[in-house]
């Protein structure tokens, strides 16, 4: 993985569990921000943090 990955998951997740992100960042040292209702991150709250991630990168 790239340095600075970072990766979004909601702990709702119903198609992919929370703990394979959280194995995932451990063994690879990305981020996990923990967001979201759901397996979309549809939802304002996500799409923002999604948004502010981006714009820490520029």
């Not at 198609?15 to 304002?44: C, Y």
Request: charged share 25%.
């Amino acid at each position: 993985m790239n340095p600075g990955t970072v990766i979004l998951h909601s702990r709702a997740d119903d198609v992919i569990p929370f703990s394979d992100s959280e194995e995932l960042a451990q063994v690879s040292g990305a981020r996990l921000v923990e967001v979201g209702n759901d397996h979309r991150l549809a939802d304002p709250t996500s799409l923002t943090c999604l948004l502010l991630l981006c714009e820490e990168k520029h």
